[in-house]
């Protein structure tokens, strides 16, 4: 009845893969068997191993091209796997070429795995083999977004400006993220397209002729990700209309935290915690809103979301290891 | 024939008033004669001096409401004013009880002051009593509009997600911009509306029914706002035509920096300068530009822009003193 | 048999009286009964309420000599006090008007309080009715010098150099604790002496006329302690031999974590955590050595101090609601 | 009479070789010929034209090794070297295996060379050709501690307790440098022997039986080193008595400021400027001093220390291009 799952966690020393496996040591329903990183490398002999005595769940937390190498072996083995990376998350294998910068190895795949937001993910998740967990800035736009998406204009931009701390680069050793160069600086980036901005439009369901604006920007701070989106409306709503919405999309969401309207949360708010905090202000006579979205790009941005994944995946409680 | 100006700074305490007294200290063509604030405060006796032996310029760095009582006098008694302060900003008088929440004392002066946005306010400089020296958001969201205004889509709003450091809220006591508190942290404020934005709607020319939204935030920062834009254009563009209208509206303009196509600035390379930083991307095959704008809120968004109005006030070299 | 206690927080707003509550909420074996501060005030109704149907024990989180006024009160009611404040620290009274400016309201209460350093106050807490909680400062000082005081030369100043975070202040309306004046900047203070300086002497057991120099900076962090300790010795010692006295004083302390000889803590390692962590190098062929300790300033320096003496006061195991 | 100098500066991308750069360019009396590094490399074919074509000044902001084998051909050519690394400070060549881990190429050297503590190096300064410009950290504490030698007792350590901003580590792309890990932490480092530490004693005349303990740690700030030292006097002291020793030593030193007696100074204050600012506080009735220094590593600690030898060694006013 209490079932214990065997899991194993590949990029345990990166900051995703060290706080993956720091819930995975506290999780009632869980025994970390194996954490690779670090001074226990992922070599061959750790693959092979990991085939011949596969354990239940594998979450991967390395790079993109790493796992989309290692997710069929594993699958293959017996093993379900959690994917951290983006390696999973587009359904177009052409995609990868464009934003990842790799001819996709296991293009059949893409069809099968589940996009694991957690939220909207519904019925396929507990029979997936395979979950591709959103990205941090993805996960940010698409709860804030998802909801009010019927009721948006189509020919008017949906603008996304999304501020992340710098521990969404990895634990890099890039100068550009030493503390010289980020300390008193803000910027954006990749202005011209992040690799997100195809995942927000697959998960929002937004065709390619839909005009929608999504920019990074790097805060001096360690975790956190605050989005702020300006969306218009086809007709002018209430601060009801929208919470009850909110309220319909997220009542049985206990990482969902919906402010009071006219309210809006801050990245402290959230920070360590696997909740995203959602809130609301109308403009020009409810023709308008921005929507305000705050998470920790570490937990519901990334390890905290991987946990809700497979507590849903095994028919857990949601909460189970998190809240 | 190297006229010198006498001068004076009431506020000369709080962090606008700081950075005004340090530039006109290092200017080769100014005497500060006096700085008000502090150990010596502004007091009647004070004002009385003042008027009775007035300055050619004196800088009001004081509250709001302060500024609006003191510009009169001071102009009667003969001096210029530069004020630092809202008070003479918004043309409508009507608009300071919203905005500012208090009854204008000289709605007469409303009419006369010059809005000293250093770029655009031509010729009624060298001829202005009194100087209403941009809001540090104005500022930084009108230069990257106001060049590319004849060219926006009227329907489609214009979206300004504006980030600040703290010292843009002078130096408080508040709580709320305590290392504790701002530390870490990253938030957006005034989502309902911000003082700034009628004085950006006026100043950019938007009537009232024309869609703009502007959201502030507080970054942990000290020093710095960065601004990022989203623009539709009533017709494609190209990257040549973008810049084209910038290097046309700024060619003469040495605190304004245009940055390659493509390319967009970052707090730290203006921090402790007087210029604005400008850069943009188009984006949807040249129907929207993402343009980003930089400036120190300190600076340009405050003291230097008043010195480059005491300048071209004068008709000395816009940058004397500057750089 | 699984006794739980009813408790009461008086100055719940403060960091430190937050960081109480929020331990206490989670404590397997304390029931959080009242919570005074911000919306609810401890005023003399509150208080009389308080008196009327008293709780197991009080956490006192409020200003010295509030906590000075009320503990009497709440003991005569039958209340154990734990005070997280400076109220009954020192024993000699004179002390109360030099270093914390009132004088003291209940002098006889200052020998019965035991000093509740909890891996140093031994048998006298499980009776104590009065627990005076030990100032962040002291407690980061004395866990490092305690163990060591009997290889001391007595004529060789201790020096004692002590770095915080600002939380450390409180939750401060003071301009000098805020972001703009924090950011960026490093500072000592109170060099002539600060009050925490007798309490250290008192708890080491150092008489007037040893020489001790203890000197506080104020870190651009928000939580953490790190002192480092310049120590000389009667006679030359080996790592061994330091190790050996740190080890045989700790080995039942889970709450204090021994570094191996040559490794020094950091404050990243302690933020957030129970713990202190000391380490220590010899210097000059084992005639000196350098001590470092670091600890949460609102945990082991406050909150979780005070719920290991609520822990060790009922017979509780040490790490119940902490580890 | 108005003597212009060339000059030139190798390793020109480094924190400290930008600092310097961009005080060479404001400097009246200074051409910069050539600054090598980043885009423009010092390779063969630099080096070979700069022996060809030699400059008066070459400043070395490199590696420490590479400017041990650069300055000998340098001179040779006949230019003057100003070296910021420390491959000249130290006077014994063995010295160098330990702490720097390489073996000095040219021994001879290391006599010539004037280290160059602008303010105690004297007249021997116009005639060098070869200038060891001191460590950050010992700049910041030789300062303080030089003028009081005379007045200390000789068994009791000198303890200097340095605190520094992470530029003084380079621009590194270490992760240990990163904003992920630096931010909200605080460190000690080096504690076994740091390399200023054999500079400091040779500098301050401290035999290797005196005993003298430093160690350096690593603030969460771009800038600044703040160094608070413990000294134990023969016989007790008034503040007199201590004030009239540092006026006497930097009466003539534009780039010392003492504070009264009892202010110490912090890192805010020096931060930019080529200044060391000094302060102390007398304890245990005038038996014991804590001093403070304050200065910006890349200034004073580094390249306005440089630029300020430059002035010296040619007779210019020492604060040209500095004050």
């Given at each position: 009845m209490n079932q214990t799952l065997d899991v194993a966690v590949v990029g345990a020393t990166g900051y995703t893969g060290a706080e993956v496996c720091s819930l995975l040591e506290r999780h009632p329903r869980v025994t970390l068997r194996h954490r690779f990183g670090g001074a226990r490398p992922f070599d061959a002999a750790a693959l092979e191993a990991l085939l011949a005595a596969p354990v239940d769940v594998v979450f991967l937390a390395t790079p993109h091209e790493a796992a989309a190498g290692l997710a069929p072996r594993l699958l293959e083995a017996g093993s379900r796997v959690i994917d951290l990376s983006g390696a999973f998350r587009l359904k177009d294998p052409a995609a990868y070429a464009r934003w990842y910068g790799f001819t996709h190895p296991a293009p059949a795949l893409l069809g099968e795995a589940v996009y694991g937001l957690a939220e909207w993910c519904g019925p396929s998740l507990p029979g997936a083999r395979l979950v591709a967990n959103p990205g941090c800035y993805a996960t940010s736009a698409l709860l804030a977004l998802i909801p009010l998406m019927p009721l948006l204009e189509h020919r008017v931009p949906i603008v996304c400006d999304a501020k992340s701390g710098v521990s969404g680069a990895g634990r890099s050793a890039d100068p550009a993220y030493?503390?010289?160069?980020?300390?008193?600086?803000?910027?954006?980036?990749?202005?011209?397209?992040?690799?997100?901005?195809?995942?927000?439009?697959?998960?929002?369901?937004?065709?390619?002729?839909?005009?929608?604006?999504?920019?990074?920007?790097?805060?001096?701070?360690?975790?956190?990700?605050?989005?702020?989106?300006?969306?218009?409306?086809?007709?002018?709503?209430?601060?009801?209309?929208?919470?009850?919405?909110?309220?319909?999309?997220?009542?049985a969401s206990p990482c969902v935290r919906l402010l009071a309207p006219?309210?809006?949360?801050?990245?402290?708010?959230?920070?360590?915690?696997?909740?995203?905090?959602?809130?609301?202000?109308?403009?020009?006579?409810?023709?308008r809103a921005v929507v305000v979205s705050a998470l920790d790009n570490l937990m519901k941005g990334a390890a905290s979301q991987a946990v809700q994944n497979l507590n849903r995946m095994h028919g857990f409680d949601e909460r189970e290891g998190l809240l």
């Open positions: 030493s503390f010289a160069e980020v300390s008193g600086n803000f910027s954006a980036y990749a202005v011209e397209g992040h690799r997100h901005e195809p995942e927000i439009r697959q998960a929002a369901g937004l065709d390619p002729g839909r005009p929608f604006l999504f920019v990074p920007h790097l805060l001096p701070v360690v975790r956190g990700i605050l989005s702020t989106l300006y969306l218009t409306f086809r007709d002018p709503v209430t601060p009801g209309d929208v919470a009850g919405v909110f309220d319909a999309a997220y009542t006219g309210q809006v949360p801050d990245i402290r708010s959230v920070a360590g915690t696997p909740r995203c905090d959602i809130g609301f202000v109308l403009r020009e006579d409810g023709r």
